[in-house]
């Protein structure tokens, strides 16, 4: 097709188009002669992005800690976009839930690969001050990561292991809710009430998290995996992928954040207390909490060792 010829056809779709949609052609080719080139900086805001690191001390390695963070969120972002597209998607088309599930896995090693920026590249006494400076705020505090939680499976698998045997789809979600395993890991460690941090946290994002709780109580990634064709359930890779995520999010990341926590707030005699007072070392490790979002895909004997890694990982040289 000669170049004439091929803008004809493209400017004869064109009119098609915006005529199926009742606007007008002619409007849109001058709002086209009008508008400026487009450049990489402004298509991604990076003048905003490079601006929105503001440290509230003067110790350089703070900006690393924001950083590190900012890019953390863009991460559970991107797994929250794949999450929802699973959620959503009515075909119950086996390669697209695989491709969606090894997307989320491809972006929980990128952000498992990375946290040595965390572990080892920040001076820990720089680390010890500032943080200071950031009270009562708190990773604990990432509403994106408890979206992820609760797009991925039923909430009576994310209540307190301790409190787990006593609860079943068969109650509210608000009451699941209320059991939910991460609020105990920001109570008081002397007093045993709710941190300022948590107050805080509930106070912004409960409305929203029950929103998604009950939007999802019937669709989130587990029970689509449910709902799927009994051939589809069988499929290797697609249960390869979905233990992959469990392992990922719920045993691996955590133990990304143990190694840190043991990295700057262990002491010899006595652990310094996270931000906002969390009590860390009952939250973070895996084989305490076993959360787990796909129970059905694993052995007994795979639920009862569900990350005994973290003590290989904390008492091992080697992996420090």
């Not at 990128?110 to 920026?117: C, P």
């Not at 133990?255 to 070392?281: C, D, F, I, Q």
């Amino acid at each position: 097709m000669k170049k004439d010829e091929l803008i004809e056809s493209q400017i004869n779709k064109l009119e098609e188009k915006y005529k199926n949609s009742g606007q007008d052609l002619s409007s849109y080719l001058d709002g086209l002669l009008y508008q400026k080139y487009l450049t990489y900086w402004d298509y991604i805001h990076l003048d905003t992005l490079l601006s929105i690191q503001v440290p509230r001390t003067h110790f350089p390695d703070e900006e690393i800690f924001i950083m590190y963070h900012q890019i953390t969120e863009l991460y559970f972002k991107l797994i929250l976009h794949e999450q929802k597209q699973i959620v959503e998607d009515k075909s119950q088309d086996l390669d697209f839930f695989i491709e969606k599930t090894r997307r989320i896995n491809s972006y929980f090693k990128a952000l498992i690969s990375s946290f040595s920026i965390m572990i080892k590249g920040m001076e820990r006494e720089q680390f010890l001050r500032y943080r200071m400076a950031l009270l009562p705020a708190s990773g604990f505090q990432s509403a994106q990561y408890r979206m992820i939680e609760i797009y991925a499976t039923p909430l009576e698998n994310l209540v307190h292991q301790s409190q787990r045997d006593s609860f079943s789809s068969k109650n509210q979600i608000e009451e699941l809710f209320e059991h939910i395993y991460w609020k105990k890991g920001a109570t008081d460690l002397v007093s045993g009430e709710k941190t300022l941090t948590l107050k805080q946290f509930e106070f912004r994002y409960t409305p929203r998290l029950l929103r998604i709780a009950n939007q999802v109580k019937s669709s989130n990634i587990y029970h689509k995996y449910l709902q799927l064709p009994e051939k589809s359930r069988k499929n290797e890779e697609l249960i390869k992928s979905l233990k992959d995520m469990d392992i990922n999010a719920n045993v691996n990341w955590p133990l990304m954040h143990m190694g840190s926590a043991y990295r700057y707030l262990a002491k010899e005699n006595k652990e310094v207390e996270a931000t906002g007072g969390t009590n860390w070392k009952e939250f973070l490790p895996p084989s305490f909490q076993k959360i787990i979002f796909f129970p059905t895909l694993y052995s007994e004997n795979e639920l009862d060792t569900w990350g005994k890694q973290w003590v290989d990982h904390i008492f091992n040289p080697s992996n420090k």
